[in-house]
Each structure stands twice: as C-alpha cells, then as structure tokens.
Nanobody, 135 residues
Framework: QVQLVESGGGSVQAGGSLRLSCVAS????????VAWFRHSPDKEREIVAA?????????YYGNFVKGRFSISRDDAKHTVSLQMNSLESEDTAVYYC???????????????????????????WGQGTQVTVSS
C-alpha cells in the first residue's frame, strides 16, 4: 500500500521560508517520480515542482516558481523535500505530495516513462499540508 505523508507546512510572513517534506512508503521509491502540487480556493490544482526517478535526474518547476523553490530527493530516507524561499501571499495554498511510477520491470525488460506534470497522471497522493503566507 502506497503512502505519502507530508509535513512542514505552517504560517509565515511574506519573504519567509518553509521546507516541506514528503515521506513515501510501500513503493520502490527510487523508481518513482514525486511532485508537489498546490490548491487554493480560487485556483485549480497546479504543479509546483516535480523530480524524476533517482536515475533520471529530471526536475520541473511551475512557471510561477521563478527560482524561489528547490526540490530534492533523498532515496535513503524515501523523502522528497521542497525548500520554499521568498514566499509571497499568492503562495498560500494546501500543498500536496504526489507520486507516479516511472520505472517498471516487465518480463526481463526495464521500461522508463517520462516525468508527468499533470495531476491526473499521479495515482498516489498525500493528505496535504497548509501553507499560509501573510503580507
């Protein structure tokens, strides 16, 4: 059973920083891409950042990130982190961790798919963590 557990949300003032963590269990973590999405009442769910499987090296950031956030993974700890700096009030949202499998082994072959950026391509989700930025 795949489980994703987020932590690190909270309330900060504009210009501040937060570090979100997502710990995965029940999967071969190294074979999964992990992404952070966010959702606020006035916007659709949007991707914040994604990092590909441990052997791929792909990283994607949403356009609004503009160098303020950094995603990283620690395969030994089954953890993906999102360091968020220079936070703005517009970053207020519930942040979700999500995962999809990139590497599959079938009949002796290893199949690698591309990293996804749409939420409906991610079958596994955490419960979300609230980030509130006050101006």
């Amino acid at each position: 059973q795949v489980q994703l557990v987020e932590s690190g949300g909270g309330s900060v003032q504009a210009g501040g920083s937060l570090r979100l963590s997502c710990v995965a269990s029940g999967v071969v973590f190294e074979h999964y891409a992990v992404a952070w999405f966010r959702h606020s009442p006035d916007k659709e769910r949007e991707i914040v950042a994604a990092i590909g499987w441990s052997g791929g090296g792909s990283i994607y950031y949403g356009n609004f990130v503009k160098g303020r956030f950094s995603i990283s993974r620690d395969d030994a700890k089954h953890t993906v982190s999102l360091q968020m700096n220079s936070l703005e009030s517009e970053d207020t949202a519930v942040y979700y961790c999500a995962a999809h499998q990139q590497v599959e082994k079938r009949a002796g072959e290893t199949l690698v798919s591309g990293i996804q950026i749409l939420p409906n391509r991610y079958p596994y989700w955490g419960q979300g963590t609230q980030v509130t930025v006050s101006s």
